[in-house]
């Protein structure tokens, strides 16, 4: 069973930084694409940050140049490090996992992924 786990999520001011981590286990496919995703109150899920199995790294325009999606496979685990954080960054991020094909169109759409984590808060003040 594959489980994803979130953490590192906190509290910080405008142009600080926060580095979320997810640990996978469970997961024997190997192809995959793992990213990140957030969802603010009343919004819709979106994708921030992707990488697949042959390292291409995907980005939301709107976090580009200030994320960076990585993963360290000895330990099983996908990071996102996030600096220049702005208010509007303010959601709960949620690790993601598919085994899935995926085009270059959907990588970053919510529907494409169906293995989830439960979420970290990020909450961003000015």
């Known amino acids: 069973q594959v489980q994803l786990v979130e953490s590192g999520g906190g509290s910080v001011q405008a142009g600080g930084s926060l580095r979320l981590s997810c640990a996978v286990s469970?997961?024997?496919?190997?192809?995959?694409?793992m990213g990140w995703f957030r969802q603010a109150p009343g919004k819709e899920r979106e994708g921030v940050a992707v990488?697949?199995?042959?390292?291409?790294?995907t980005y939301a325009d709107s976090v580009k140049g200030r994320f960076t999606i990585s993963q360290d496979n000895a330990k099983n685990t996908l990071y996102l490090q996030m600096n220049s954080l702005k208010p509007e960054d303010t959601a709960m991020y949620y690790c993601a996992a598919t085994a899935n094909q995926l085009s270059w169109w959907s990588l970053l759409l919510r529907r494409a992924y169906n293995y989830w984590g439960q979420g970290t808060q990020v909450t961003v003040s000015s």
């Open positions: 990488i697949n199995s042959d390292g291409t790294k």
């Open positions: 469970g997961y024997t496919y190997s192809r995959y694409y």
